[in-house]
């Protein structure tokens, strides 16, 4: 099968608000292969949504700047063209792994890995005027972040008030339900607790200002007043929710994390003990450091901050650890390169035919005090120095044959 998306010419838009222009579903979910016919058709929806909505965020952008409150808009417009530049970025790394509709198995897993595995928004511009908020759902998926997108592009459209009024009440009060019930599908989505109740709350009077609009200009009343507030309201909680979820899965999947990496911490943790008696058992002097027990930190916390604080302490344990294990290791390391020295030492020097009792009588020590657990390091060291320098007095190429490459005897 093959179907082709290249990039077919759009007709100008011009500078003008484009309202109504929403993002399109995305099919499938993480983890499942996306049908290519499906595919075909979210990347022809979504390329002519990216179209659109720049169009529109650069239209945006002209009347904020000229706006003699710009200020008050440049943080939400930074954003909004941040979301829409990494939206974009994946839309054309979507297009290339479609190709023209050549997906076998594996393009369609890395298609639906594409869309809703995460998407990272840290733009080094914007990076400074992204409010702690907002940078918290600066990791959702392609989906999520269109929307996101949508929102904030509904609520800037509003607050610049340059929706049309008057024949286009009902499609701005059509655009108001659709965000309303999208509001409803993300409050039902919410865990128990304050934040759900307050929610619901939010959008029960979201839904009666809609009501009573709607009735109004059943009647023929001026509504064009009232629906820019609630416009502008309804795409502030639209987004604010999906921060929140964004926020959610990112709580998640840093505790799922921080679990897998205690777990691993704890098996590393009692390797490392393991090490510390084996080297305490067989060298002398050994090092003398604590290994840092990875269960005095507790469990793993649920709330957002608690588990960034959690993940920041395992790092710490780790980097113990590693600091721990290197001591040891390297203890240990250096006795048994003194006894792999010694060895070929001897091999090489009777190969070569040097038998004499003070060489004898100096390998003889120095084998019994590698033979001692634990090993006395620095007398072996020593033993093996004057062993080495009477091998290479005698037969200098002995010592130079069996010296390990760049090792210095100390």
Sequence with gaps: MSLSID??????????????TMAPEAP???????????????????????????????????????????DLFSRDMLVSMALWKAISDRYDLLVVTFDSGR????EAARLSTLVWGRLDVAPDSAASSISPATAGALGLSLPEAARLCDAMTSSL??????????????????DVRATVERIRDQVSL?????DRDTSRATLTRLEQRLVDITDRAKRGAEVGGLIAPLEFDAAATERDLLVGAGRRVDDARDVARAAQ?????????????????????????????AVPDVRALGPVPTGGRDVESYLRRLDSVSRALTLVHTAYGD??????????YTGALTAQARATGLADPDADHLRQRLESVLAV?????????????????????????????TAPKGAQTR
């Design 373 to 401: 657990r634990p090993t006395d390091v620095r007398r072996a060291r020593a033993l093996l120095a004057a062993y080495q320098a009477y091998a290479a007095a005698w037969a200098p190429s002995v010592a130079a044959r």
């Design 103 to 106: 997906v076998g198995p594996a």
């Design 261 to 289: 990496l205690r777990e691993e911490l704890v098996a590393r943790s009692e390797a490392v003990q393991a090490l510390v008696a084996r080297c305490v058992g067989a060298v002398t002097p050994a090092p003398k450091m």
């Design 331 to 340: 203890a240990l390391a250096a006795r048994d390169e003194i006894e792999g």
């Design 28 to 70: 499938g979910r993480l983890g499942q292969p996306l049908d290519v016919t499906e595919a075909f058709g979210y990347l022809r929806d979504l390329g002519v949504w990216r179209d659109k909505r720049k169009a529109e965020l650069d239209s945006l952008d002209s009347v904020a700047l000229a706006s003699s409150e710009r």
């Design 190 to 194: 919410l865990p128990s607790g304050v």
């Design 157 to 174: 459209r509003a607050r610049l008030s340059l929706e049309p009024s008057g024949a286009e009440v009902g499609t701005r009060l059509k």
């Design 7 to 20: 990039p077919v010419p759009l007709p100008s838009v011009g500078g003008a608000a484009l309202p109504g």
